[in-house]
Nanobody, 112 residues
Framework: QVQLVESGGGLVQPGGSLTLSCAAS????????MSWYRQAPGKERQLVAG???????NYHDSVKGRFTISRDNVKNTLYLQMNSLKPDDTAVYFC??????WGQGTQVTVSS
């Protein structure tokens, strides 16, 4: 059974940093494209970053240069390092495995 468990969210001031983690189980993690999405109140869920099995990455334009997605195929964990956070980054962040598998989400709030 596929399980994705996010952690690491919280309240941070503008300009601060957070690292999100997604612990994966129930499948061969190294064989799947993984991604982070986010959903702000009243908005659609948005792809933030993705990482292929070969390690290549892609990012939404709004986070390029500030966020870094990575994976540890030994620990079966997906990460999202978020720097220079802005209030517009406030959202629930979800880990995703293709196709259609989601974690429960972790809240990130950027506010002074």
């Amino acid at each position: 059974q596929v399980q994705l468990v996010e952690s690491g969210g919280g309240l941070v001031q503008p300009g601060g940093s957070l690292t999100l983690s997604c612990a994966a189980s129930g499948f061969t993690f190294s064989q799947y494209f993984m991604s982070w999405y986010r959903q702000a109140p009243g908005k659609e869920r948005q792809l933030v970053a993705g990482i292929r099995t070969d390690g290549r990455t892609n990012y939404h334009d709004s986070v390029k240069g500030r966020f870094t997605i990575s994976r540890d195929n030994v620990k079966n964990t997906l990460y999202l390092q978020m720097n220079s956070l802005k209030p517009d980054d406030t959202a629930v962040y979800f880990c995703n495995r293709a196709v259609g598998f989601w974690g429960q989400g972790t809240q990130v709030t950027v506010s002074s």
